[in-house]
């Protein structure tokens, strides 16, 4: 809705199967007023395929979180936000293959979680 993402709330993003990547796939926040990592419990606040070994969903895909807190049995999929701060995300892919340079694979949009 363009309004930026609310450190108070929780956020999905959805990556399909099979990220097309000879490496490994990163998620870093970031403070939207100071441009740099967002101050957190967890340092860093972010989510990679091979330091934090991710859990895939059964069709593959893997849903990462993003809030202030974990929603429940989704701690390897969660990077933490902070009350009070806005925030962006960056996507990295590290080795990219030709589906995701080509736009033929690419994860959804980030959604506020009811």
């Known amino acids: 809705d363009g ?5 108070s709330k929780t956020y999905k ?3 399909p199967p099979d990220v097309p990547v000879n490496n490994f796939w990163s998620f870093t926040v970031y403070d939207s007023q100071t441009r740099s990592m ?4 967890r340092n860093p606040p972010a989510l990679d395929s091979i330091q934090n070994n991710p859990v895939a969903n059964e069709d ?5 979180y993003f809030g202030p807190e974990a929603p429940d049995g989704k701690e390897e999929n969660w990077i ?8 962006f995300t960056a996507m990295r892919m590290y ?4 589906p995701w340079l080509e736009g033929e694979w ?3 949009d980030i959604g506020l979680m009811e």
Do not use: C, E, N, Y
């Not at 309004?3 to 450190?7: A, I, L, N, V």
């Not at 967002?38 to 419990?41: A, E, G, Y």
């Not at 593959?60 to 990462?64: A, R």
């Open 13 to 15: 993003l959805t990556m």
């Open 60 to 64: 593959g895909t893997i849903d990462i």
């Open 3 to 7: 309004q930026p993402f609310d450190g």
């Open 106 to 108: 690419r994860p959804s």
């Open 38 to 41: 967002l101050q957190t419990d």
């Open 95 to 98: 080795g990219p293959l030709a």
């Open 80 to 87: 933490q936000t902070v009350p009070g701060k806005s925030w």
